[in-house]
């Protein structure tokens, strides 16, 4: 496992480097499989807004993680996004996850491998840019001077998509504009479980009873993780109904819920004509 800050190191010699957004995030993702304890990492900008985009996520499990919270509006990236602080839960199956967001937890557990979620608000200043998410396929506390990294990681990355995002000639697209509060291991919300403690088993994959494999090393671009069907089937439901974008995205959502699918499922069936939203469909 790397040494305290050796993510953050890697990260920040990105300074130097002219990349794109989806890039920047697929590095600092990877960076945090490859030398922090977690199984799978995942960025998304705006994750509470009907623009909401995930810019990369290592594998299946980090994307179904990403699909589920923008679904249920519930789980640690949109509390992490609203609080503007970092959250940690260490396992999942604990009463205090089902107590803040009972379907998201139970979702997760349905649907995929995950027993561990963390989510640290990707900010400079005032503004919220996005969030980090990451997941661990056991549960258990998550090693403090790692932690620190982490924390470390999210503020270079909230940096380098700031200054992606104002530089000369670009046109930076909508932030969360908050005063937030300052990333730190007092101002964590989670369930006390930051203790730092060590595990003799940390380092070796085997010793977690599966491996670390993230599945074939492909590129999924932006259609996959921008989603940009559930942004084309609000624009549709809002022209149906004379709503709003957050109300569509609302409505969208319920009958996702109603009929215990995926919020892009939904959308594909709007955007295809299959679905039309009326007044009646309450």
Known sequence: MAERGAVTGRIARLVAEDLDEETLARLVCQACVDDLDVDGAAISVLPTRPSRRTLWATDETALALEDLQFTLNEGVC??????????????????????????FAAEVATRTPAKALYA??????????????????????????????????????ALLLLR??????????????????????????GDGTLDGVGDSRRGNPAADGGHRGHGPDTAMGDGVFGRPEIHQAVGMVLVQLGIGPEEALTRMRAR???????????????????LVFTEEMR
Not at 83 to 91: I, K, R
Not at 120 to 148: E, H, S
Not at 165 to 189: F, Y
Request: net charge positive.
């Open 164 to 189: 992606r995002r104002t530089r000369p000639g670009s046109r930076p697209p909508p932030v969360d504009d908050r005063t937030s509060a300052g990333i730190g291991m007092d101002n964590a919300i």
């Open 256 to 274: 996702a819920f109603a009929e215990q699918r995926m919020l892009v499922d939904v959308a594909r069936d709007v955007v295809e004509r299959r």
């Open 78 to 103: 949109i509390e992490a996004a609203t609080t503007g602080l970092p959250v940690s839960v260490s396992d999942l199956a604990r009463t205090t996850a089902h107590t803040s967001w009972p379907v």
């Open 120 to 157: 640290l608000p990707l900010y400079w200043g005032a503004v919220t840019i996005g969030v980090l998410d990451l997941y661990r396929r056991r549960a258990g506390a998550f090693p403090t001077r790692q932690w620190q990294d982490l924390l470390g990681v999210a503020e270079v990355t």
